[in-house]
């Protein structure tokens, strides 16, 4: 199992970014998905979860209506469009397949992405 984060930056507050995460190893297309993050000196957090339909299950409470949650299974990857961007967003992020309330299934991750949003 591979995760490949990437698209993070630095970016002024009100600002937008793109992630995308390439998995291989299993079938992509067959499994929910998730992305998490990772403030400093925080436990990591899930932050938004799409099923297998395409359709988004869930986002963490602080990124309603900022953050939006998609895949392409033709191209194994999964993104995360993040818009209005606020210091708080700042995080490592990473992508998993969901398991329970908070946990992840597969227990590999990858290096993740960094976001830094500050003025």
């Known amino acids: 199992v591979q995760f490949v984060e990437s698209g993070g930056g630095s970016v002024r507050p009100g600002g937008s970014l793109r992630l995308s995460c390439a998995v291989s190893?299993?079938?992509?297309?067959?499994?929910?998905m998730s992305w998490y993050r990772q403030a400093p000196g925080k436990e990591r957090e899930r932050v938004a979860t799409?099923?297998?339909?395409?359709?988004?299950?869930a986002y963490l409470d602080s990124v309603k209506g900022r953050f939006t949650i998609s895949r392409d299974d033709a191209k194994n990857t999964l993104y995360l469009q993040m818009s209005s961007l606020k210091p708080e967003d700042t995080a490592v992020y990473y992508c998993?397949?969901?398991?329970?309330?908070?946990?992840?299934?597969?227990?590999?991750w990858g290096q993740g992405t960094q976001v830094t949003v500050s003025s």
């Open positions: 998993n397949c969901p398991l329970g309330a908070y946990g992840s299934l597969f227990d590999s």
């Open positions: 190893g299993f079938i992509f297309s067959n499994y929910i």
């Open positions: 799409i099923d297998v339909a395409g359709r988004s299950i």
